[in-house]
């Protein structure tokens, strides 16, 4: 089976896409704080804001796919934490891309509307 790397396996959006994706893809996912375990899903504990680290995880695990879910989800935390929520939902997701379009392989990102509403990208 090809294999697939979701992040924030242990979030709601990450925990339902492994449920969905086992039965087709050798799946690795990722979690922060919370540990668990998901049947037929590899998790990792992986600091996704360091470059190096996930240089690593790519190496490692050679995955052909990425869905990248692992983000600070709360809308008042980033407004109230302005600089650390920049280093997941901003700088671990351009990185992300960055390894994935350097491994020609596809990369999905998940965010919110209240950001970003889809329309008239930069
Ligand atoms: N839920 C929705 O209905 C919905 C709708 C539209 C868009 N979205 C967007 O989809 C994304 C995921 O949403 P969600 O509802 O699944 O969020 P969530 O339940 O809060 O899950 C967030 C995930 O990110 C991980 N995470 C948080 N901070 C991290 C860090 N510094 N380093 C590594 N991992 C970290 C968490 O790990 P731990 O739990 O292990 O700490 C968790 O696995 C967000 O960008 C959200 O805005 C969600």
């Known amino acids: ?3 697939l790397l979701i992040t924030g396996a242990s979030g709601f959006i990450g ?4 449920q969905l994706s086992t039965s087709e893809w050798e ?5 922060f ?8 899903v590899n998790m990792l504990s ?9 240089k690593s995880l790519f190496i490692q695990i050679k ?3 990425v869905i990248h879910t692992a983000a600070q989800s709360q809308p008042n935390v980033c407004q109230n934490n302005t600089q650390e929520s920049h280093v997941i939902n ?3 997701s351009c990185d992300i891309a960055r390894l994935c379009a350097d491994a020609k392989i596809p990369y999905i990102f998940t965010f919110t509307d209240l950001v970003f509403y889809g329309y008239n990208p930069p």
């Open 15 to 18: 925990w339902n896409l492994c």
């Open 1 to 3: 089976m090809k294999r």
């Open 27 to 31: 799946v690795y996912g990722t979690y």
């Open 63 to 65: 995955t052909e796919a």
């Open 33 to 40: 704080c919370n540990t668990l375990d998901i049947t037929n």
């Open 46 to 54: 992986v600091y996704l804001t360091d470059i190096h680290t996930l």
């Open 90 to 92: 901003v700088k671990a």
